[in-house]
C-alpha cells in the first residue's frame, strides 16, 4: 500500500486560508484515488474532499464546497487540499487517504492513511 504524509496545517484566524499537501510513496500514486477527511475531538470522522486517479474529477462535502479546492499532481506523488474563508468550524485533525481505483466518500473504504496534520482556526 502507499503510504502518506500530511504537511501543512497550523494555526490561522477565521477568514484565512491554509495549504494541506499530502505526500505519497510506495506505489504508483496515479493508481490511487485520493481523499481529504478530517475528525474533530468528540466526533466521527467524516469526508473532506475526493479526487479521481487520473481526470482530476473532484467531489466535496457540502459543508467546504465553495470554500475548499482538492487537487494532485502525479508527476510529484502529492496531493493538496487548498482551504479558503476558513471557519471555526474546520477545526481538526485533517487526513489524507488512498485506496486503489475508483474513490469513495466512506472511511473504511480507504486502506493508506496518513498521521494527520491539525487545523486549528480562531474566531
Known amino acids: 500500500q502507499v503510504q502518506l504524509v500530511e504537511s501543512g496545517g497550523g494555526l490561522v484566524q477565521a477568514g484565512g486560508s491554509l495549504r494541506l499537501s499530502c505526500a505519497a510513496s510506495?506505489?504508483?500514486?496515479?493508481?490511487?484515488?485520493v481523499a481529504w477527511f478530517r475528525q474533530a475531538p468528540g466526533k466521527e470522522r467524516e469526508f473532506v474532499a475526493g479526487?479521481?486517479?487520473?481526470?482530476?474529477?473532484?467531489n466535496y462535502a457540502d459543508s467546504v464546497k465553495g470554500r475548499f479546492a482538492i487537487s494532485r499532481d502525479n508527476a510529484k506523488n502529492t496531493a493538496y487540499l487548498q482551504m479558503n474563508i476558513l471557519k471555526p468550524e474546520d477545526t481538526a485533525v485533517y487526513y489524507c487517504?488512498?485506496?486503489?481505483?475508483?474513490?469513495?466518500?466512506?472511511?473504511?473504504?480507504?486502506?493508506?492513511w496518513g498521521q494527520g496534520t491539525q487545523v486549528t482556526v480562531s474566531s
Open positions: 487517504a488512498a485506496r486503489p481505483s475508483v474513490g469513495s466518500r466512506r472511511v473504511g473504504d480507504f486502506p493508506s
Open positions: 510506495g506505489g504508483t500514486f496515479s493508481n490511487y484515488a
Open positions: 479526487i479521481s486517479r487520473l481526470y482530476g474529477i473532484t
